[in-house]
């Protein structure tokens, strides 16, 4: 493993647990990339040096912590200029990542599918293009270790008008791929069937939530059934591209589950904007279940990051269920705390499925605000509709008797005023 330092800068007018909590985060990000932690520093300021971000003392001091720890890398937990990183590396005679740099290295290193690797590549392509000046050549993919990870193999020539080039040819790529999400989007969208979209601050436990309430409403387990598993990992950003799965809803029925790409603090944003057709996808959903990590000790920070990138998505008005996952690490002491402190997230563990059916019902019961449950009893000159009718609702159960059939449906208001419409002419059914 690439042994590495951490620099936390902060401000002296900012809080300083939160300044605390960000180092720890940067310290997962690096052990995530690879990297093992040798010495961490910190200073705070009254505000950041335009040369170097942190004063010239401290400078000095990384420079000779490197020294003695025996690293060639420095990683600060903020996002350097393009100046103030070719000062640090003349200065630090050590190779230097932002923050940001870091998370694109992590992303380069989880994208799985064609388009996660557009996505990835875009971003840092857009975060390379002002910084081509002075350390381009840390950039080739002939240099190992953490943040040196090049946008492929295709060995691009570092001058602006080819990464221009290459950037241009990027978004007409992502803008195909965004086609064919598009029409796949329309082909699920003309299945009547609800829609949920998990999301929350990485390493929450959104993988495992969806492989737990795959289990919890009868899929074959996971371990029989490994082309529908999700890949699921304690570490940071363990999974970049959508997954949707079918779930059994407690009542009858079923719903589509979209386990999204993990949210953090300061997500750089090309990233942000290379991925923003993927989380899309999170406006669209009839439900949002934004799970979050009652472990975690700066869980209100968490919750406050992934509301903004909520709002930022414009899917703030959507109807929201709040899960607080990991419960089975705290003490019972810790539950009943955390229960009285917010009541209104359903405590959970996706590892051992306790809550599990509170969850799906709570969701079920937030879907059935959009997806209405209605009956319908349609007598033999009627039942000519039954193909309409499954085309506009989900059917929960079908009986017969005599020549009269009885349903029972999950259907949306708009679709259950056309439905009536259509049967109005005839007899009207029974309906409630």
């Not at 050549?137 to 691009?156: A, D, F, K, M, N």
């Not at 970049?240 to 300061?266: E, H, K, M, Q, Y």
């Not at 709002?311 to 109807?319: D, S, Y």
């Not at 607080?324 to 955390?338: F, H, M, P, T, Y």
Request: with cysteine; net charge positive.
């Amino acid at each position: 493993m690439e042994r590495v330092i951490l620099v936390g800068a902060y401000l002296k007018r900012d809080d300083a647990e939160a300044g605390a909590a960000s180092l720890e985060e940067l310290r997962r990000l690096a052990q995530t990339a690879g990297g093992s932690v040798a010495h961490a520093l910190t200073q705070r300021l009254d505000r950041f040096s335009p040369r170097s971000l942190i004063g010239e003392g401290k400078v000095v001091e990384v420079a000779a912590a490197a020294r003695a720890h025996r690293t060639k890398t420095v990683i600060f937990d903020e996002e350097l200029s393009p100046a103030q990183q070719i000062h640090l590396e003349e200065h630090l005679a050590a190779k230097v990542i932002d923050r940001t740099r870091l998370i694109l290295d992590i992303f380069a290193q989880r994208a799985r599918t064609k388009e996660g690797e557009l996505q990835v590549e875009l971003a840092q392509l857009s975060y390379m293009l002002p910084r081509l000046t002075g350390s381009w050549r840390s950039y080739s993919q002939q240099v190992g270790g953490i943040g040196t990870r090049g946008p492929g193999e295709r060995q691009l020539e570092y001058e602006r008008r080819h990464i221009q080039r290459r950037i241009s040819h990027l978004r007409k790529d992502i803008a195909r791929v965004t086609g064919d999400r598009a029409q796949q989007r329309r082909r699920r969208q003309s299945i009547p069937v609800p829609s949920v979209a998990i999301l929350g601050y990485t390493n929450a436990g959104k993988s495992s939530l969806l492989n737990r309430l795959m289990k919890a409403c009868g899929e074959r387990p996971a371990a029989h059934n490994a082309r529908r598993a999700v890949y699921a990992d304690d570490r940071l950003f363990a999974t970049l591209d959508p997954t949707t799965r079918r779930v059994l809803l407690p009542n009858g029925g079923w719903a589509v589950f979209t386990d999204t790409v993990g949210f953090i603090s300061r997500l750089p944003t090309t990233l942000i904007a290379a991925f923003r057709s993927t989380l899309e996808e999170v406006a669209r959903a009839d439900c949002l279940l934004h799970l979050e990590d009652a472990s975690a000790p700066d869980r209100l920070r968490q919750r406050d990051i992934v509301r903004g990138v909520i709002e930022e998505l414009g899917a703030h008005a959507l109807p929201l269920v709040r899960a607080a996952n990991k419960i089975d690490l705290l003490s019972v002491g810790e539950r009943r705390q955390a229960l009285a402190d917010d009541p209104e997230a359903a405590p959970v563990s996706a590892l051992t499925g306790e809550g599990i059916p509170e969850l799906l019902t709570r969701i079920e019961s937030t879907l059935n605000e959009r997806w209405l449950l209605r009956e319908l009893s349609l007598d033999g000159s009627q039942t000519r509709h039954l193909n309409g009718i499954y085309g506009c609702a989900q059917v929960l159960s079908q009986s017969a008797e005599g020549a009269r059939i009885s349903l029972r449906l999950r259907v949306t208001p708009e679709n259950w005023k056309r439905l009536l419409h259509k049967l109005r002419p005839e007899k009207r059914p029974a309906a409630r």
